[in-house]
């Protein structure tokens, strides 16, 4: 069969889905597929690419099926232990580049660091030392691999724990920040079948109105971050702006949003 056949005989998927499928299975670039659209795919390629578009077919994220993510320019490894990163997190990640700027040895707390992608994004990019916290052990592991992947492994260390609770009382960092799970207990449902049945449940729900790990995390942050430090969440939606936005207020810190690329808040920043 041609490469044309398999990409215009698909129904039901993207162009973007069957291209990426072809370009796995007969280890190809997109460029070279666009170039070779009436070369033959042998059977066994076929039977391939088959598999992987009825992976597709079912639900299965793309990021799964080819194990790579691109997040802030750079490719990260993902399998189904960790959240396939958003490009609405870049958000949170530039609003930490930006306080960071030119300053130097800061330390940085990544809290639920999933396939590592902010605390490595931070770590490439600034002089800081990272650390990078899950409570999962194998996001950690993911995580490890793409900081060596991206040559930060040595500015970085992995944690594994429930939130802060790994680090003593004296350990203060000079920026936390988390991307928490924060789907809505009663939203879990409406969520894609994609999302939903794929990916980890431990990075999604965050119960009641999607705030309990808010609730505990600005619990615990003001015991671990320096005078004058910054913590940064990413949040969900309006709702969890404001009441997110109120915990950080209560506990002593002065509060800004930032609004994601699509207009919706995106990232509450409380300064200490
Ligand atoms: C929404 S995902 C974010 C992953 C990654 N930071 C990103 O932005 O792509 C949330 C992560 O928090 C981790 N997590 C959930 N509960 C946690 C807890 N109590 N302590 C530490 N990590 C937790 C999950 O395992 C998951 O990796």
């Known amino acids: 069969m041609r490469i044309r056949q398999i990409i215009t005989s698909q129904k039901g998927l993207s162009g973007t889905d069957v291209i990426t499928a072809v370009c ?97 994004i931070v770590a490439k990019h600034t002089d800081s030392r990272v650390f990078s916290v899950d409570i999962s052990e194998a996001a950690l592991a ?23 609770g790994a680090f003593g009382d004296g350990t203060r960092f000079d920026m936390i920040v988390a991307n928490p799970p924060y789907v809505a207990a009663d939203e879990w449902d409406d969520l894609m079948v994609d999302v939903r049945e794929y990916e980890p449940r431990g990075a999604l729900d965050g119960g009641e109105g999607g705030l309990d790990i808010y609730r505990r995390l600005v619990g615990q942050v003001p015991g671990h971050l ?29 509060v800004g949003v930032r609004k994601d690329y699509s207009g919706r808040e995106r990232v509450l920043a409380g300064h200490g």
């Open 24 to 120: 796995l299975a007969c280890n190809l670039t997109r460029e070279q597929v666009f170039c070779r659209m009436d070369s033959e795919i042998d059977e066994e390629r076929l039977r391939v690419v088959r598999g992987y578009l009825d992976e597709r077919l079912a639900g299965k994220p793309l990021a799964y099926i080819t194990g790579v993510r691109e997040f802030f320019s750079e490719s990260f490894s993902v399998n189904e232990a960790v959240l396939i990163p958003r490009p609405e997190t870049e958000v949170l990640v530039e609003v930490a580049l930006d306080l960071i700027g030119d300053r130097k040895g800061l330390t940085v707390l990544d809290v639920g660091c999933g396939s590592g992608a902010i605390g490595i």
């Open 142 to 164: 993911v995580a490890h691999t793409n900081a060596v992947s991206l040559g930060v492994h040595e500015k970085m260390r992995f944690v594994c724990g429930d939130l802060l």
């Open 226 to 254: 320096v005078r004058g430090g910054h913590v940064l969440l990413e949040i969900g939606s309006f709702r969890q702006a404001c009441d997110v936005g109120a915990m950080l207020e209560a506990a002593g810190f002065r």
